[in-house]
Every structure is written in C-alpha cells, then in structure tokens.
C-alpha cells in the first residue's frame, strides 16, 4: 500500500508463472524486483537483520501477515527478523502507538491476530487509545497499563525511531522488506505488475528475500 494511495489494491487475476521465471534466469531483477540502497545501513555484523515494515490498517500487510509470520518462524540462526510500524499519517501513528505500546507491554505478537481481524474483519476503527483499551482489555491486558504504555516517554521514543529507519530504508508504501541494511522488497514489487493473486506475490517477495540474504552472505 503506497504512502500516497492507501485504497489502492493489487490485481487478483490468476499467476502468470513471475516466480519461476525470474529466478531460473539467475534471480530477481535489481530495480524491478528488489531496490539497492546506496549507501548501505549500518548493520551488527555476523547478523543480518530482515525487517518488514508494515501498518496494522493495511488491508496488504493483513494478507502478508500469514506468509511473512511463517517465514521468520523457519529463519537460519544468523538471520533476525522484526517488523516495524510506519506512521504516514494521523490514523497511521494512533495505530503505530498501539504497536510499540504493546510491544513494551510484551503482549503485541499476542494480540496482533485479533488486531488484524478487529480493523480487516469487523469493521473497528481503534483510531485512538480510549477504544483501543476498551477492546484490548476484553484481551486480558489491563487498561490502565496499556494506556500508560501508550502515553510513555519510551514509546514515543520508540515511533520516533521508527519513522527515522523508515526513512533511511526510503519505504514508500507497506507491506516492504529490508534486508540486511541493503535491499528492499515487497509484495507489489515482487510481482513487478505481473496480475497474480497477492498471496502469490506476497511468497514471491519472501523468495526474493531469501535470496539476496543468501546474496549478503556471499559477500561478508
């Protein structure tokens, strides 16, 4: 989903076969399939660092989620892998609070399905933190916590570093992937306008992933 369209969607015709084609021809194509940052991200060396920068209102990273939460169950030891909350505008950085104050409270990978499905499935808004108690309490975390959390010094800390790394991995729209300080990738970048159903693409991205993991590899 781009910054400067959030109701645009992906085409959902049947795969046309992107995946096998561009790697039996040696991998994805840079500016195509994957973007090179210049310069590269500091990054902790023997590590490489895989982060997928999302938004919980987003329909695309709703159907991401499933695929990318998968993938980092199955992740080799010297790969990590995080998301990050973007916060483009108003009802992004509501949402963005709600992340990282829950991620203080330890409870974010917990409740995250039920987040998903409250914005994706019924219809809820949770656009500021007195709703977003309400609802999270009927999900066992204590109201007051949750909105001290929230109103926290640390998690202000927290969106603001965010919003810098977004920035240095030039992220445009979500769901995207960095890699290693290096590249990035996504679902609608994977599928380079090909018209294939978004749970392909969004399995396309992960391969491209993988490999320019293996590409950072190569190279350390």
């Not at 195509?32 to 695309?60: D, M, N, S």
Request: some cysteine; hydrophobic content about 40%; aromatic content about 10%.
């Amino acid at each position: 989903m781009k910054r400067r369209d959030f109701s645009a969607l992906l085409a959902t015709a049947p795969l046309a076969g992107a995946a096998g084609t561009a790697l039996a021809q040696g991998g994805p194509l840079e500016g195509r399939h994957y973007q090179t940052l210049k310069p590269a991200l500091p990054t902790t060396p023997g590590k490489i660092e895989v982060i997928e920068f999302f938004w919980y209102g987003c329909p695309h990273c709703n159907l991401f989620e499933p695929a990318v939460e998968a993938w980092a169950k199955q992740l080799p030891a010297d790969v990590s892998f995080r998301k990050v909350h973007v916060a483009f505008r108003a009802v992004v950085k509501v949402h963005q609070r709600m992340f990282y104050a829950l991620e203080a409270l330890g409870k974010e990978a917990q409740v995250r399905p039920a987040i998903f499905a409250a914005l994706h499935q019924q219809g809820l808004a949770l656009d500021d933190a007195k709703s977003q108690a309400k609802f999270l309490a009927n999900l066992g975390i204590d109201a007051t916590k949750y909105q001290d959390a929230y109103n926290s010094f640390g998690v202000q800390t927290k969106c603001t570093q965010a919003e810098k790394l977004s920035e240095a991995y030039k992220v445009d729209g979500v769901p995207m992937l960095g890699i290693g300080g290096r590249f990035t990738t996504s679902p609608s970048m994977a599928g380079a306008g090909q018209p294939m159903p978004e749970s392909e693409s969004g399995k396309l991205a992960l391969q491209y992933t993988d490999f320019l993991i293996q590409r950072i590899r190569r190279k350390a």
